[in-house]
């Protein structure tokens, strides 16, 4: 901790700025992080076939408990087909695909912005560094003979600081959104094919006559 106290202090006061900016890097990466491994990590196939089993056994009442186990967008998809499909198909489809465009920008949230922290990140680093190199050299143009030496190594020790502090942010960015892209992108499709396989499921169930009234 001292030496990363000593490592902040030498880059100067934009060296704070990307330490609040590594600090929101952190909470977006972990938060969709949690979301990907906790809530939103339900197996679609596996989920599909327990609604599956219910909904052939007449069970409504129990798939839609199971739906509201949990938050996934699976789930969510599945509960708002469930809850229709003694209205007809029509209402039912539209409900499901209803749900579907609400959750799926879930997926996708707070993925984006990752390369704009990067971006920034990068910027500010740069700034970091030119100020650092105006201040050695303006210090050093100013000072006695002494004193230029450890005021121009103050002066790039800040710049360079402010450099390794920006890149590092970005680069760790980047290698978040390339993890949490691809694994948005697989939710998003697995989410789809669910919808798509689920409506027909209730479709065929409500026309076989084997959707009445749920039994818990």
């Not at 599945?78 to 609400?102: F, N």
């Not at 402010?162 to 959104?177: E, F, P, Q, R, S």
Request: proline share 2%; glycine share 8%; hydrophobic share 50%.
């Amino acid at each position: 901790m001292q030496g990363l106290a000593q490592f902040l202090e030498q880059g100067g006061t934009l060296m704070y700025v990307n330490l609040v900016v590594s600090i929101i890097t952190l909470a977006i990466i972990v938060d969709r992080a949690i979301f990907f491994l906790g809530k939103g990590s339900v197996n679609a196939r596996a989920f599909l076939e327990q609604i599956r089993k219910l909904v052939l056994a007449n069970n409504i009442d129990r798939a839609v408990k199971l739906c509201s186990a949990t938050e996934a967008p699976v789930a969510q998809v599945a509960r708002a087909g469930l809850q229709r499909i003694h209205r007809g198909e029509i209402a039912m489809a539209q409900s499901i695909e209803e749900t579907l465009v609400d959750v799926t920008p879930l997926l996708k949230k707070r993925v984006q912005i990752l390369w704009s922290i990067a971006n920034i990140a990068t910027l500010v680093g740069l700034l970091g560094t030119v100020v650092g190199l105006i201040r050695a050299f303006g210090a050093v143009s100013a000072a006695k003979p002494e004193e230029r030496s450890a005021l121009l190594a103050k002066g790039i020790s800040e710049a360079l600081n402010n450099t390794a502090m920006g890149l590092g942010i970005a680069v760790t960015c980047i290698i978040a959104h390339a993890f949490l892209s691809s694994a948005s992108k697989k939710q998003v499709s697995d989410l789809e094919a669910f919808s798509l396989k689920l409506e027909n499921l209730l479709a065929e169930s409500a026309q076989g006559g084997s959707a009445p009234a749920g039994k818990a």
